[in-house]
């Protein structure tokens, strides 16, 4: 099965589209636009840019470009260097599951109590987590009986990793929804922006007109980071000026985004701790005002989650999903320090589907989540 990878193709990124207005600063060379000032201005000078710019009528859509769905999209492409890097990311967790096995069999040919113990030990040590652990060694002990050396129990094991993705539902699809509005979410530093605009640039290069609302208007330089993005994506943007209401900044984003025409808003959001009441309150506002504008939307909520936080993602993921209702997770730095293991933990404890994993800081650095490739490069 071909692996399902992001590839860089810098010359097929499709040009933003052109508007005289400041708030598309998709134009802005890489350097210029790190040490551009913020253009700051108000929502109604957004609205009338986003009316100037469908008067002009144009277009980023290169003509004979498939517009076919994300997910179908992602499926074509497939590149070594990613497999690659991923498995040398999960090069500390797969010397657990392969040497470290290997080496509890060392003199023995059944599964004993002691091993069973020790490999317990080796399934949280990979960060899976207390009870998915439990679950995984409950199925392992009623199959001991037919496992007779390393091999076998690892050919068991990864049946029973599989079998936590096959019950994980899907994650909605794009396709249909015009403008299809994404909300990224999620604590400080995670990638949320990083992959904004790794997306941003696959459905760019798709033929996607893509749109970002800087709706992070608290930390300093967020704007411009995410306007760098943009600017590399081919994607418009739609800002306000630091400190400015998020949930405005959203709104106006919706609202240039139908004006043009745009397939896809991406509605990049301030990095909060899922524990602070007043920040989550505030991110529920920006949802609510998301469907003001447009019905349904945002039609997903993307929470990115950080690998290398391990055990502590879950109760992340919880407090977003009672929140905001989360449509999927991308969960970055799996090319890190982290342990694969939190990605079962994941699977099997959260009813949400994996949909992403970030494999480097890269525009390319951006997969859809296989089951089957994750297991390969695992074992
Ligand atoms: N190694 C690695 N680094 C990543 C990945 N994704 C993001 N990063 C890095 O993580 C750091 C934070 O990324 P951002 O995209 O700014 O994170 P954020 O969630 O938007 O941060 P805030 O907006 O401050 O909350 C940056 O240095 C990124 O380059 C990944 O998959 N692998
Ligand atoms: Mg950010």
Redesign the pocket.
Not at 358 to 361: A, S
């Given at each position: 099965m071909a692996f399902k990878w992001f590839k860089k193709k810098k010359d097929d990124v499709a040009p933003p589209a052109e508007t005289d207005a400041a708030s598309v600063d998709a134009g802005l060379p890489e350097e210029a636009a790190a040490e551009a000032p913020v253009a700051a201005h108000t929502r109604e000078e957004d609205i009338t840019a986003a009316e100037a710019a469908d008067e002009s009528g144009t277009d980023s859509v290169p003509a004979g470009e498939d517009s076919s769905s994300d997910v179908q999209a992602l499926s074509e492409n497939g590149g070594s260097g990613l497999f690659a890097r991923l498995k040398s990311g999960l090069s500390k967790t797969r010397k657990i599951l392969t040497t470290d096995i290997d080496e509890l069999f060392l003199g023995k040919k059944i599964v004993d109590d002691d091993m069973i113990e020790d490999l317990e030990e080796l399934l949280i040590t990979a960060d899976m987590g207390v009870q998915t652990t439990m679950d995984i060694m409950e199925r392992i002990s009623g199959k001991r009986s037919r496992i007779s050396g390393a091999g076998e129990l690892k050919r068991v094991l990864k049946e029973e990793i599989l079998a936590y993705f096959d019950t994980v539902p899907d994650a909605p699809s794009d396709s249909a929804i015009q403008p299809h509005v994404v909300m990224v979410v999620?604590v400080?530093?995670?990638?949320?922006?990083?992959?904004i605009g790794k997306l941003a640039a696959h459905q760019s290069r798709r033929g996607k007109k893509v749109l970002i609302a800087a709706a992070?208007t608290f930390?300093a330089a967020?704007i411009e980071?995410v306007a760098i993005w943009a600017e590399r994506a081919g994607a418009d943007i739609v800002r306000h000026k630091d400190n400015a209401d998020p949930a405005a900044v959203a709104y106006d984003g919706i609202e240039a985004a139908i004006s043009r025409g745009v397939d896809t808003v991406f509605v990049d959001t301030?990095?909060r701790l899922h524990t602070k009441v007043n920040l989550m309150e505030e991110i529920k506002k920006i949802q609510r005002t998301l469907a003001k504008r447009l019905p349904d939307a945002p039609h997903e909520v993307l929470l990115?989650l950080d690998a290398t936080t391990g055990q502590n993602a879950l109760s992340q993921a919880k407090m977003f999903n009672d929140a905001l209702g989360v449509t999927g997770i991308a969960l970055?730095?799996?090319?890190?320090t982290a342990k694969g293991g939190i990605v079962i933990s994941i699977c099997s404890s959260l009813n949400i589907p994996l949909k992403y994993i970030?494999?480097?800081?890269g525009m390319e650095?951006l997969q859809i989540f296989d089951p089957q490739q994750f297991v390969e490069a695992l074992f």
């Open positions: 999620g400080n530093g995670v990638g949320k922006t990083t992959t992070d930390r967020a980071q301030a990095g990115v970055t730095k799996l090319d890190g970030g494999v480097g800081e650095d």
